[in-house]
């Protein structure tokens, strides 16, 4: 009688578990950011991106459409990737490969976006339902068919579309492209007040008003990714910091004290109709 109490008891148990795992909102995204698939350097920068939770904070689900503005070289792709890849779906926004212009930012950007297109191809088998579309303002704005993603991000782009006079336009397209009661989710470099964009810091109230004027809620904010040693003031801009330490071994330990940028991390939403 009690061996049967208490397999009956550990199958309840079982099942309890299995239900919750079965219903959890964030499933396999630790396994993800814990994955021997993500390049050891990438690893090395969780310490100042802490992606899981700012996901987490986000509300991107494994079952979401994520579209992901400008993704560079695949830093945040190497997660969201694999973390969509089964019942999800992750899109990539990235350059004009065959820009109509030709100068040094368009050569520049179209071999960034030919070499992110290529590692794509190449760990295809991580990627299931992926996808490719190009954004690159103002000439390619469209990221997809009107109300069909969950999740829009971007990580630290901002300045580059705020330079560019881009910035509305970039928020329009979000907004257009995101279900009702879709999350845009903002992560960029914070700046002090009265900084020039070309310093790669943005004001944070200004994102927010602008995020607003293009139609979004700010449903909540986060402190995830601050860091108050970033006193936001150097030669060459945030570029200064790692990762890039643009001044090379000039104070070097310094900048590598400070570590990356502090970044505000916001959170908005398309309202419902």
């Given at each position: ?109 179209a ?60 928020f ?8 009702a ?45 601050a860091?108050?040693?970033d ?43």
């Amino acid at each position: 009688m009690r061996t049967r109490i208490a397999i009956a008891c550990a199958l309840v148990t079982g099942l309890m578990g299995f239900s919750a795992q079965a219903h959890e909102p964030f499933q396999g995204l630790k396994q993800a950011v814990e994955s021997d698939f993500r390049q050891a350097k990438n690893v090395e920068r969780d310490v100042y991106r802490h992606p899981q939770a700012t996901l987490e904070f986000l509300q991107v689900k494994a079952t979401d459409t994520v579209i992901e503005l400008w993704p560079g070289g695949g830093w945040y792709a190497e997660i969201l990737g694999p973390y969509l890849a089964k019942n999800g779906r992750y899109i990539a926004a990235s350059f004009d490969t065959e820009p109509s212009e030709d100068n040094r930012r368009t050569r520049y950007r179209a071999k960034v976006g030919k070499k992110f297109e290529a590692w794509l191809e190449q760990n295809k088998a991580q990627f299931k339902g992926a996808a490719v579309t190009t954004f690159d303002p103002p000439s390619h704005l469209k990221l997809g068919d009107n109300g069909s993603a969950d999740v829009v991000l971007t990580f630290r782009n901002l300045h580059n579309w705020a330079m560019g006079g881009q910035l509305d336009a970039v928020f329009g397209s979000a907004y257009r492209v995101l279900k009702a009661g879709g999350t845009f989710g903002v992560i960029e470099h914070r700046a002090n007040p009265g900084m020039d964009s070309k310093t790669g810091y943005m004001d944070q109230q200004e994102m927010i008003d602008a995020a607003i004027n293009a139609g979004f809620v700010l449903a909540e904010t986060s402190e995830v990714n601050a860091n108050a040693k970033d006193m936001k003031a150097y030669p060459k801009g945030v570029w200064t910091l790692p990762p890039t330490l643009a001044m090379g071994e000039e104070d070097k330990a310094k900048y590598l004290a400070i570590g990356e940028s502090d970044r505000m991390t916001l959170k908005f939403v398309k309202p419902m109709k």
